[in-house]
């Protein structure tokens, strides 16, 4: 991928950051989101905390609660949280539907928490993560280790090949001490009711297909932004 190309992407997702954030009131308690394209959101939050905004923040992440904290934003543990009022996060894929794969970061399950606990749910992404049809980017699917072997045979009963994310040579562990399985259905036609199936698979604290979360999706696209929005 060339340089100018990245620029473009960059571009892209901080047009749809700064958007996002308009949306934050005075004293709101905010989700941060993981990931390259959160992170822009954070930096915006960040300065509008500089400037005088009050905001309390749920990181979705260890490396997101690091990071909030270096730029002087006040967080709260997430199991003190009952109601977060607005979230700002990214995704890997969404659809105009709102449908959405998310997890390339592997903090899937404490962004669907997060997501189920707030009230106006905001993804930002770039031009790229828009797609008609979800399942080219494979679906990552959170794994108690022990349960690894019956999780992918599931999966295979499913029509899906799971791998196990690897980094450095070693399966990748999440914040919650658990494996990343990438599961590949090929193109999803029924993404709710394979969300569905995979929620009854005994081993899997959560996979990264999120259904009736999001309220609305901020992409930016060129130097212009366009706003998907349920019903």
């Given at each position: 991928?060339?340089?100018?190309?990245?620029?473009?992407?960059?571009?892209?997702?901080?047009?749809?950051?700064?958007?996002?954030?308009?949306?934050?009131?005075?004293?709101?308690?905010?989700?941060?989101?993981?990931?390259?394209?959160?992170?822009?959101?954070?930096?915006?939050?960040?300065?509008?905390?500089?400037?005088?905004?009050?905001?309390?923040?749920?990181?979705?992440?260890?490396?997101?609660?690091?990071?909030?904290?270096?730029?002087?934003?006040?967080?709260?543990?997430?199991?003190?949280?009952?109601?977060?009022?607005?979230?700002?996060?990214?995704?890997?894929?969404?659809?105009?539907?709102?449908?959405?794969?998310?997890?390339?970061?592997?903090?899937?399950?404490?962004?669907?928490i997060i997501a189920s606990l707030t009230k106006n749910e905001i993804i930002i992404a770039d031009s790229g993560k828009l797609v008609t049809q979800l399942g080219k980017f494979k679906v990552p699917v959170e794994v108690v280790p022990l349960a690894l072997n019956y999780v992918l045979q599931q999966l295979a009963e499913l029509k899906g090949t799971g791998k196990v994310r690897m980094k450095d040579?070693?399966?990748?562990?999440?914040?919650?001490?658990?494996?990343?399985?990438?599961?590949?259905?090929?193109?999803?036609?029924?993404?709710?009711?394979?969300?569905?199936?995979?929620?009854?698979?005994?081993?899997?604290?959560?996979?990264?297909?999120?259904?009736?979360?999001?309220?609305?999706?901020?992409?930016?696209?060129?130097?212009?932004?366009?706003?998907?929005?349920?019903?």
């Amino acid at each position: 991928m060339d340089e100018q190309s990245i620029d473009k992407r960059d571009l892209e997702k901080q047009n749809a950051a700064k958007g996002a954030v308009k949306f934050i009131q005075n004293n709101d308690i905010v989700g941060l989101g993981t990931g390259s394209t959160a992170f822009f959101a954070i930096q915006e939050i960040a300065l509008l905390v500089k400037n005088g905004l009050k905001i309390k923040g749920v990181p979705t992440s260890e490396h997101t609660a690091a990071l909030a904290v270096s730029l002087g934003i006040e967080l709260l543990p997430m199991d003190q949280v009952r109601t977060i009022d607005i979230t700002i996060d990214g995704a890997d894929e969404f659809d105009a539907q709102l449908n959405l794969i998310k997890g390339g970061g592997g903090a899937l399950f404490r962004e669907k928490i997060i997501a189920s606990l707030t009230k106006n749910e905001i993804i930002i992404a770039d031009s790229g993560k828009l797609v008609t049809q979800l399942g080219k980017f494979k679906v990552p699917v959170e794994v108690v280790p022990l349960a690894l072997n019956y999780v992918l045979q599931q999966l295979a009963e499913l029509k899906g090949t799971g791998k196990v994310r690897m980094k450095d040579n070693t399966p990748f562990i999440t914040d919650n001490h658990n494996i990343i399985v990438d599961a590949d259905f090929g193109l999803i036609g029924d993404v709710a009711g394979l969300a569905e199936r995979l929620n009854r698979i005994e081993g899997i604290l959560a996979h990264g297909l999120f259904v009736n979360l999001t309220s609305k999706i901020i992409m930016g696209k060129g130097t212009e932004t366009i706003i998907y929005a349920g019903n």
